[in-house]
């Protein structure tokens, strides 16, 4: 009772409080109504409370929830026939999150390497800036000070280099190294886009040295960017295709699902007992991601993320020439991006609350904006109000330099 809190003080959250949601729009308890550009960090994909997912979910609710692995799960194969379908993949793992997926993702590449008889083979590269998630492994192949600081030994065998340095990482390949791990556009690290020859690049580079390529694209999947996956910009007939791919966020609408897809040869390097969840893929989990996974390839749909991110950027632009003093530069892809703040991001994400508009901070003083992909042209100006609203305050309060 009262404000006494039983939860870890992990998160240094807002005194907000949630209570209901519609679309791009956020109720709190007080009777507030936000517009929502986090989207849950990139998950609600479409929208909060959206109708055809809260069917599919209730629908599935009366039926069976959860029976594990053991048994084969209803909606499984329909979920990773789909994701197959529409990828370079062959094969998928569910989990429950992004971690898992890249955990599942990590697992493979070295399991498929020792069955192969090189059982050195271990080293996975990452790059500087980069977010994989929070359990043990994910910290280590992150590599930020801050995330691995008192929790013991850095897992061995990942090794980061310099955001987009090929020579690095040339120079860092050995017989020992069994991926290259990267996100085609860090979220996390401030919407850093990795550039599309590049990933072509780490493709060749790959086949050469017989190195598996791991893409996360936990956060810029599922029609994100404006191609269902963003390493699609880099060539749609493979040539920037990874060998393993982690998938999450946007995967479920809401509803907590993660996936490791990969090509057949690579998928059989993890056989009968080897790696395992409870939850992961249950019966409520694969109604929801079957429908989103529908809505967002059906026709005509990633077409207009790519309208309304054009439209957003174009917005986000003129601020930035609005503000020169506050914000200097736009970046990212579809709904994807992000304002790079010469003030603190916190102060403008801040300033923006007020307005009762949301947007989350990234690395690098970003200010990310990841909305419902199913927002409108009209929500998208009526944020753009609000966000000249909160940058007019500000102006004003800062002293001229
Ligand atoms: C969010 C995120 C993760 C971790 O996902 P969780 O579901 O929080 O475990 C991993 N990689 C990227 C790129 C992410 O954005």
């Known amino acids: 009772m009262g404000a006494e809190k039983h939860t870890f003080s992990t998160y240094a959250q807002p005194d907000i409080e949630f209570v209901r949601g519609e679309g791009v729009r956020l109720y709190d308890n007080r009777g507030n109504e936000y517009l929502d550009l986090t989207a849950g960090i990139a998950v609600n994909a479409l929208g909060h409370a959206n109708p055809e997912l809260v069917a599919a979910l209730t629908e599935q609710a009366g039926k069976l929830w959860h029976t594990s692995n053991l048994f084969p799960v209803q909606g ?11 990828t370079f993949a062959d094969r998928v793992f569910f ?5 898992e997926a890249l955990e599942c993702s990590i697992k493979t590449a070295r399991r498929y390497h020792y069955n192969r008889g090189d059982t050195d083979r271990i080293n996975i590269l990452t790059f500087e ?10 910290i280590a192949a992150g590599a930020q000070p801050k995330y691995l600081e008192g929790f013991g030994p850095k897992a061995p065998g990942f090794i ?10 040339n120079a860092a390949i050995d017989e020992n190294t069994a ?17 599309n020859q590049m990933l072509r690049d ?20 599922i029609g994100r960017t404006g191609k269902l996956f963003a390493h699609e910009w880099a060539g749609e007939n493979g040539e920037a295709a990874p060998d393993i791919m982690a998938v999450a966020k946007g995967l479920g609408g809401g509803f907590p699902v993660g996936a490791c897809l990969a090509r057949q040869e690579v998928a059989d390097a993890l056989t ?11 019966p409520l989990a694969m109604a929801v991601a079957a429908r989103v996974l529908e809505i967002v390839t059906a026709d005509g749909f990633l077409e207009a993320v790519n309208q ?18 506050l914000v200097s530069e736009v970046r990212g892809k579809g709904l994807l991006l992000g304002l790079k703040a010469i003030v603190p991001n916190t102060d403008i994400i801040a300033a923006f609350r007020e307005q009762k508009l949301l947007a989350v901070g990234a690395g690098d003083n970003v200010v990310r904006f990841a909305p419902p992909l199913t927002i409108t042209p009209d929500e998208l100006r009526e944020a753009r109000e609000k966000m000249i609203a909160a940058l007019d305050g500000m102006a004003q309060a800062a002293p001229a330099t």
């Not at 054009?310 to 020169?324: C, G, H, S, T």
Request: aromatic share 4%.
């Open 160 to 169: 980061s280099l310099p955001f987009g340095d090929e020579d690095a990482l």
């Open 76 to 86: 499984q194969e329909k979920v990773a026939r789909l994701l197959c379908e529409h």
């Open 202 to 221: 780490l493709r060749q580079l790959c086949d050469r040295h017989g190195i598996l390529l791991i893409y996360d694209e936990v956060q810029t999947g």
């Open 272 to 282: 009968a007992g080897t790696h395992g969840t409870t939850f992961g893929g249950n």
């Open 308 to 325: 309304k991110g054009l439209l957003l950027k174009q917005m986000l632009a003129e601020i930035v020439d609005r503000y020169p003093r």
């Open 179 to 195: 991926a290259i791990l990267i996100e085609p556009i860090q979220g996390e690290g401030g919407i850093r886009e990795v550039p």
């Open 129 to 138: 800036g980069a977010f994989h998630g929070r359990t043990l492994a994910t």
């Open 95 to 99: 989990t429950n999150s992004g971690a």
